[in-house]
């Protein structure tokens, strides 16, 4: 089992920055890789950003490319999104995942590729 906790969402002006973090505990593994999701009412749920633990290759949605940035603190157990330059098209509640299995080439963005979940974070932004 995989517990993951997230923190960090909150309510920001158009523009502004948060950090999200995804606190990880339970049978983690460097083979894993986390990734970041959001829904926004009525929506479904869609791929953000996607991280290994080894190596920390990254993946991107198009639609946060060049604002978002994911990482990862392995001594902590840590995912974190930078999230930069944010629209209200941003809001959304914020899902961390770990996928167990990640292919062995790239990174997964179907949700369902996704083994654990945290409970999210809403992120509000205001115009």
């Known amino acids: 089992q995989v517990q993951l906790v997230e923190s960090g969402g909150g309510l920001v002006q158009a523009g502004g920055s948060l950090r999200l973090s995804c606190a990880a505990s339970?049978?983690?593994?460097?083979?894993?890789?986390m990734g970041w999701f959001r829904q926004a009412p009525g929506k479904e749920r869609e791929f953000v950003a996607a991280?290994?633990?080894?190596?920390?290759?990254?993946y991107y949605a198009d639609s946060v490319k060049g604002r978002f940035t994911i990482s990862r603190d392995n001594a902590k157990n840590t995912v974190y999104l930078q999230m930069n330059s944010l629209k209200p098209e941003d809001t959304a509640v914020y899902y961390c995942?770990?996928?167990?299995?990640?292919?062995?080439?790239?990174?997964?963005?179907?949700?369902?590729?996704?083994?654990?979940w945290g409970q999210g974070t809403r992120v509000t932004v205001s115009s």
């Open positions: 991280i290994r633990w080894s190596g920390g290759s990254t």
């Open positions: 995942a770990a996928d167990i299995t990640p292919p062995p080439y790239g990174l997964g963005s179907n949700l369902y590729e996704y083994d654990y």
């Open positions: 339970g049978r983690t593994f460097s083979s894993y890789a």
